[in-house]
C-alpha cells in the first residue's frame, strides 16, 4: 500500500463488515483493510488456544501490511485473545503498534441503556464461555443483572441467508424466549456478536415493546474516535483517503457475493494465506 497506514479491522468470517460499516459513518476519513478469517471460520466454538493462534496470525499479517491500529471486530476473538495479544505479543511485536477489540467499549456503556439494571446477552459459544461480558460489565456497572445465552444456529443463518425465512426466526425468537424465561426483568438486549445487526429487526420484534435492542458498530466506532482524540501520535500514522480494501482467506468469489450483502455495495476482494 505503499507506506500507507490503513486501520486494521480482523473478524473470523463476514460479522466484522458491520462494525467496518459504522467506522466508515462516524470515521469516513480514514484508510481501513479488512481481513475476514472465512477459510477458517467459525471462531465461536474453538478453543481459546486455537482462537488465540488464528487472531495471531492475522493481527502479525495486518501489521505487515502497514497498520499500526488493529480493530478485532469479532466477539470471540476479543474475549479469547485479545488481552494475551496485548500483554504478551504486543511489546515484542512493536510497542507501539495497537490491538483493541468490542468487548470493552461495548461493557463500558451497556448499562447506560438499561433503567430497571437486567441486562441480557446473546451471543457465540465461544464469547459466553468466555464470560468476558460478566467480567468488564462488572468493573464499569457492578449492580447489573446479567443474563447469557449462546445461540449457535444464528451465525450459520444470516450467513446463508435463511434467517428472513420462517424456519430462521423460529430458531431466533426461540433463543430470546429462552433467555427471558431466566430473568423475565431484562430491559435491555446486548446482540454480542457482529453477525447478529443483520436480526437486529427480528430480534426487535421478537421481544415487549419496552426492551432496548443494542448492537455494537456505532458504540465501537463512538469509542474509536474518541480512542485516537486522546492518542494524537496513533492517530497521525493512520492514512487518510478514504479508502477500503478487503481480503479474505476464503476464495474471493464466495466472500464477495456474502460480503457484499453485508456492506451494502459490491465489493471486490483479494485472497491471502494466513500462516
Known amino acids: 500500500m505503499n507506506k500507507q497506514s490503513p486501520i ?5 468470517g463476514y460479522g466484522g463488515l458491520t462494525i467496518l460499516n459504522d467506522l466508515r459513518k462516524v470515521l469516513p476519513e480514514y484508510d481501513y483493510l479488512y481481513l475476514g478469517d472465512n477459510a477458517r471460520a467459525p471462531y465461536g466454538p474453538r478453543s481459546f488456544d486455537v482462537v488465540y493462534e488464528f487472531t495471531l496470525q492475522a493481527v502479525q ?18 474475549a479469547k485473545a485479545l488481552r494475551t495479544i496485548q500483554q504478551k505479543d504486543l511489546p515484542t511485536i512493536d510497542s507501539h503498534k495497537r490491538v483493541l477489540g468490542v468487548i470493552r467499549p461495548t461493557s463500558e456503556v451497556i448499562g447506560d441503556f438499561s433503567v430497571n439494571k437486567h441486562i441480557g446477552i446473546l451471543a457465540t459459544e465461544g464469547t459466553i464461555k468466555s464470560d468476558s461480558y460478566r467480567l468488564e460489565i462488572a468493573k464499569f ?19 446463508n441467508q435463511l434467517h428472513e425465512e420462517e424456519g430462521g426466526k423460529w430458531f431466533i425468537k426461540r433463543d430470546i424466549d429462552r433467555l427471558l424465561a431466566k430473568d423475565p426483568e431484562i430491559d435491555t438486549l446486548l446482540l454480542g456478536c457482529t453477525h447478529y445487526p443483520l436480526v437486529a429487526s427480528i430480534v426487535k420484534d421478537s421481544v415487549p415493546a419496552h426492551v432496548k435492542v443494542v448492537t455494537q458498530g456505532e458504540i465501537v466506532a463512538n469509542s474509536l474516535k474518541v480512542y485516537l482524540e486522546k492518542h494524537k501520535a ?5 492514512s487518510k483517503n478514504g479508502m477500503v480494501h478487503y481480503l479474505t482467506t476464503e476464495t474471493s468469489t464466495d466472500f464477495d457475493k456474502k460480503a457484499s450483502a453485508f456492506v451494502g455495495e459490491e465489493i471486490h476482494s483479494t485472497h491471502v ?3
Open 141 to 159: 456497572f457492578p449492580e447489573m443483572q446479567l443474563s447469557q445465552k449462546s445461540c449457535p444456529i444464528w451465525v450459520p443463518l444470516i450467513e
Open 8 to 12: 486494521g479491522v480482523f473478524d473470523s
Open 273 to 275: 494465506v494466513l500462516i
Open 61 to 78: 499479517f495486518l501489521f505487515e501490511q502497514g497498520c499500526e491500529l488493529v480493530i478485532l471486530a469479532c466477539n470471540t476473538a476479543s
Open 234 to 238: 496513533l492517530e497521525a500514522k493512520c
